[in-house]
């Protein structure tokens, strides 16, 4: 007679292939939420960059801060946070007026360097050496066809000039010390 029933061995085996199958699942489940995030973070991006398009043509230059954004088109708020901030935009909170702060996770890049470049130089305080290259720099961002108008810290993504998203990359000194991208 032989007895019918699973050894412990045949049991163990059966426990740690579904196991093994849960954790691919999970894993794959994982990986696809990541890149929905950054999916979805690629689109705020370029939402925001027609939306700064389109306050552009409005108010003849685009907004300073976000407050001035969301207060133009209150249902945009959502468009600058990224999915993927844990802080849901108030990581710098504490460093801004409570008063005009609007939750963000992108740096807008565009916005601050479109209004720098075109102050008076009489205006930004500090020594000129330091002045004639941060303007410089931001001549770079504002110009260049790698410069990042609006960029996600989270994800690494930029919006460049032309409107295409992708991968940020980081700046050296040297790329502003090219001839073509002196001050104008």
Known sequence: MTKQGFTLLELLLVISIILAIISLIIGLVLIS?????????????????????IYEEEFGAPPWFPKHFVTWKPEYASLLICPSDPYQGNLLKDIHDPKAFIPHSYFFNYWNDYHFVRLPRKNIHGPKEF??????????????????????P??????FPDGRVGRARRYTGADFENPENKLR
């Open 154 to 159: 989270w994800h690494s993504l930029a919006v």
């Open 33 to 53: 939420l990541n890149i929905t995030r950054k999916i979805h973070c690629a689109n705020n991006l370029r939402q925001i960059y027609l939306a700064t398009k």
């Open 131 to 152: 002045t004639e290259k941060m303007l410089k720099q931001f001549w770079y961002e504002l110009t260049a066809p790698d410069g990042h108008w609006f960029v996600c």
